[in-house]
């Protein structure tokens, strides 16, 4: 039997005066309910909300008159048709007709997006073209009615199943730092193919756009979002957060993400928590908000399966929540560090895993079990300049992370983890090995892992240092499960080719190209 579903009866907004009596702002809340998102977007002295009359399906008498279309304009929409369309504030328009026993056609729930790019990819939704006529100065994103009519369709597909391919391979996009923002924000640093400076446009737009075109050639098994998808101190999450997504879900693509520095930064920003469940109610989506006795959201796992109908895991990837900036007498800026709650939980998970791994192991196929770590700011090891081994990429600016090390770096070795993929720093793009000095003064080999940049593929955040520009650009890897190889190449805007593609590792154990990094780069096409 169907649960009772709201139903929507009624739209208005109401404009409140900052010299408004408390008790004069809010209508009836046993009949209204406010949709939390002001209107103005904080940008005047004074508020607009929109409120919406809800009652329940199982409460409805055949009096009761429901939303059942709802249009935004100057005029009348059909004044022709002989519909009695109600006027509402803010340009709305409603047509309600009396309950026939049905809410198929009913409007069930509706919700405010901003921007004139923004879009809503959740199922059933319907984003109207048409803005509210609120008189805002037009630097602030317009407001735009998203409805649902009917009863939400259960999802069927709430977790896609990751799975190599027949031939072993699984294939990744690592997006990072897009900095998206409400409204198509501002891009100041863009450069055309010969590195010419180009002026001032639209941020938002362009990197939906680069993410795209990236999507469409890679064609990966799935995409994960390393951090910074939002800018910091935006007025509305949920409008950013959809137009990161909408080009992954429009392609059908499974996708992951974890939390930058920036995300929940700004005193009108979603709370982490808040904006997890936004990501997991998603199509495609496989975020998790983790263990809640674990510091931070989204500390997860996801497996990819060996192909159907094997349910053995051939690669593991964990995602962990790197925090944010924190007051320091010792570094500005500093950050926090993974914590030893998060440290235990991926060392118990890890070896759970294993565990599990080694009591089925007749069933893998003899395939190599491959395993990476995702999250935003780098550990304190991507700073080591005096050990650090770059064998791929570039380092064009200094590493931001925690003065603090709480070596979960030596978690990652211990458990044999072969890559850790980070971003926040934006035109840092290499791959590189930790090397630990020998008592005798020579240098070994760190059996892994090797630690990469994503680089930044938004147009909203900076791509530029000390005066010289770069073009955006994304990580890709690539898994052979079949020979426990796992590779990585950059998309780079304008690049037709693969850019600095390097082989990480071969029959599962890291390579260190030592004695033959350079010619390993040579091959490699750069651009910028």
């Known amino acids: 039997m169907a649960v009772a579903c709201p139903v929507v009866t009624d739209l208005t907004i109401r404009t409140v005066s900052p010299t408004a009596p408390p008790s004069t702002c809010d209508l009836d809340p046993q009949k209204w309910q406010r949709v939390e998102k002001e209107l103005y977007l904080y940008t005047s002295p004074q508020s607009a909300w929109l409120y919406v009359a809800i009652k329940n399906e199982d409460e409805l008498e055949d009096k009761d008159l429901l939303v059942i279309d709802i249009r935004v304009g100057e005029s009348h929409p059909d004044p022709g048709s002989g519909h009695s369309w109600e006027s509402r504030p803010g340009g709305i328009w409603l047509l309600r007709s009396k309950f026939s026993g049905t809410i198929d056609q009913a409007v069930t729930e509706v919700d405010v997006l901003f921007g004139t790019d923004a879009v809503d990819p959740r199922p059933q939704w319907a984003l109207m073209r048409s803005a509210l006529q609120l008189n805002a100065p037009s630097k602030v994103p317009v407001a735009r009615l998203s409805v649902l009519r009917g009863r939400a369709k259960p999802r069927l597909d709430a977790k896609p199943i990751l799975r190599v391919r027949e031939d072993g391979k699984f294939k990744i996009v690592q997006i990072s730092d897009t900095h998206m923002v409400t409204g198509v924000g501002v891009c100041k640093d863009a450069i055309d193919a010969q590195g010419n400076h180009l002026p001032e446009s639209e941020a938002d737009p ?192 200094p590493t931001e992370g925690p003065s603090l090390n709480s070596h979960f770096y030596d978690a990652l070795v211990k458990e044999g983890i ?111």
């Open 418 to 528: 072969l890559a850790l993929g980070c971003g926040h720093d934006h035109v840092n793009d290499f791959c590189a090995l930790l090397r630990q000095p020998q008592q005798d003064g020579g240098k070994i080999p760190h059996p892994g892992p090797w630690l990469c940049y994503g680089g930044c593929t938004g147009f909203g955040g900076y791509c530029s240092y000390g005066g010289e520009r770069f073009h955006r650009r994304s990580r890709v890897w690539e898994l052979d499960t079949s020979t426990g190889s796992l590779k990585t190449w950059m998309r780079v805007e304008y690049a037709m080719d693969r850019v600095d593609e390097l082989v990480l590792v071969r029959s599962g154990v890291v390579v260190d190209h030592l004695g033959g990094g350079e010619e390993e780069k040579g091959k490699s096409r750069r651009v910028s």
């Open 206 to 397: 362009l990197t939906v756009e680069f993410i795209g075109k990236i999507l469409d050639v890679e064609k990966p098994d799935l995409v994960i979002l390393t951090g910074d998808q939002l800018h910091h101190d935006i007025p509305d999450s949920q409008s950013a957060l959809f137009k990161v997504v909408a080009p992954i879900i429009d392609r059908s693509i499974p996708f992951a993400a974890v939390f930058g520095n920036h995300d929940s930064e700004g005193i009108h920003a979603l709370p982490r928590k808040a904006q997890i469940s936004i990501l997991r109610d998603l199509p495609f989506s496989l975020c998790e908000p983790g263990p809640e006795q674990v510091d931070g959201v989204g500390n997860f796992y996801l497996q990819a399966l060996a192909p159907a109908p094997s349910q053995f895991p051939l690669s593991t990837l964990y995602f962990l929540d790197s925090h944010g900036q924190i007051p320091s007498k010792i570094r500005n800026p500093d950050y926090d560090p993974i914590q030893q709650s998060q440290i235990d939980w991926f060392l118990n998970t890890s070896k759970a895993h294993r565990s599990a791994r080694e009591k089925d192991k007749d069933n893998n196929d003899n395939r190599f079990h491959l395993s990476l770590a995702f999250q935003h700011i780098p550990l304190p090891e991507f700073k080591e300049d005096r050990y650090l081994s770059i064998r791929s990429g570039h380092r064009r600016e």
